[in-house]
C-alpha cells in the first residue's frame, strides 16, 4: 500500500524514540521508502546510526550541516515527502511546531513542508494532559494535521495513563488515508451543527444547551484535509475554516430543508446537531402577555428525524454518521439508533459533553465499537474524522 511512497519520519527526543526503529522498519516492509530526520535531544535516546542501518539512508539531524545542505538540503527534504510522520511526537516538539519556532533542522522542515503530517505523541499523562499541551494539540490539528494516540497504558515512567506512543501497526493504519486520499480531496461532507430553536411567540423560544463546537471543528478539520464542506448551522454556532460553506438555520423544519437539499448525492453527511425533538404547535405572532395565569399547558408536535430522513432519501450520502447523546446505556442505546435509523456509524458520547470544552464518547459502526481518544474537542473531531475514513477500506 505504501509503494513508493516517500515517508518523512520526524524523530523527537522521548523514551519511545526505540520503539519508532520498529516503526521504520513496518514502513519499508510495505514499501515505502523513508529519511529519518532527528531533533537533537532524539539523538541523546538513539544514535542516528540505527536509523540509518534500517532505512540505509543518510539520517539527517543538523540545519547547519554543510554536506547535509549540499546533497540534500532542508528545503527539498520537505518538498521530497509525499506525508510526514512526527514520533513521538514529544511535548517539546508540539511546543514548537504549534508556535513555528524553526530552531532545528526538523522544526524548520515542517515550517515549508505541504504534505499531509500525521502526529504521533508519547509522554507522560501528566505532560499529555497538560493545558498547554493540549492548546499546542490544538492548534496543529485545526491546521489540519492528523493524530494518532497517545495510547492508554502502562507508560515508561512506571505510571499508566493517556500517553503511550501508538502501535507501529496503528500509525501505518492511520498513515494510509492522509496518502491515498490526500486527504479528503474530492470529497463533499456536509455537517449540521449547534441547537435548533423553535420560536413560541416573536420573543420566546425553545432550545438546549448545544454549541455547534465539534460541529464547527469537524466541517474545519475536513476542509482542512482538502473536502468540500458545507456547515447547517444551528443559531451561535462558532466561525470556522474559511472555505466551509455555511449555511445559517434556525429551526429544525428549516434545518431538515437545507440538509435534504445540501446532502443530497454527497459523501459523508455528519449529523452533530442537537435537533429539537418538538416545536409549538401553534406559534403566536407579537408577544403573549403573561397576565393572571398562574398555569398554562402549551401543545408541541414532533418534529421530523433530520438524520433518519438524510440517510433515507434516494440520493443518499455515501455515508451517514449519526451522533447519539446519552445520559446512560451509552453503547447499547448508539447501537439501537444505529440499527432503526439505517446509518453507517453512531457516536455515542455523554449529555455532559454538551458545552464542555472537553469530549469522549465510542465509535460504533455494525461491526465495531471503539472508544474515541477523550481530550479536548478538537482532538475528539480528529478521531471521529479519522473513523469515517476508515470505513471506506
Ligand atoms: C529520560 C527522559 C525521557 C523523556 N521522555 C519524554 C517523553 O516520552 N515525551 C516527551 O514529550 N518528553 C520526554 N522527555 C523530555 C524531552 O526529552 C525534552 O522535553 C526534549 O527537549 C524534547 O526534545 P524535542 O523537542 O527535540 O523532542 C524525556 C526526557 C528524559 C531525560
Known sequence: MLNGKHILLGIGGGIAVYRVAELARLLIKRGAEVRCVMTRSACEFVTPMTFEALTGQAVHNDLFDLTGERTI????????????????????????LAHGIADDLLSTIML???APVLLAPAMNH???????????VETLTARGMQLVGPATGDLACGETGAGRLSEPESIHDAL???LTTHALKGQQWVINAGPTVEAWDGVRTLSNRATGTLGALLAGQAAALGATVTLIAGPGTPPTHPQVQRIAVESALQM?????QAGSDTDVFIGTAAVSDFRFAEPLAGKMKRG???????????????????AGMD??????IAFAAEAEKHIENGRTKLLAKHV??????????????CASGWWISRDQEIKLNAGSKHIFAAAIIDQITRLDR
Open 292 to 310: 393572571d395565569t398562574q398555569s398554562m399547558s402549551i401543545d408541541l408536535i414532533a418534529n421530523p428525524d433530520i438524520i433518519a430522513a438524510v
Open 256 to 260: 431538515l430543508a437545507a440538509c435534504l
Open 315 to 320: 440520493a443518499r450520502p455515501v455515508r451517514v
Open 112 to 114: 515549508v513542508a505541504k
Open 126 to 136: 501528566s505532560m499529555w494532559h497538560a493545558e498547554a499541551t493540549q492548546r499546542n
Open 344 to 357: 453507517d456509524a453512531v457516536v455515542a458520547n455523554d449529555i455532559s459533553n454538551m458545552g464542555a470544552s
Open 73 to 96: 538540503g532542508h528545503i527539498q527534504l520537505a518538498r521530497w515527502a509525499d506525508a510526514i510522520v512526527i514520533a513521538p511526537a514529544t511535548a517539546g516538539l508540539l511546543a514548537r
Open 176 to 178: 494510509l488515508p492522509l
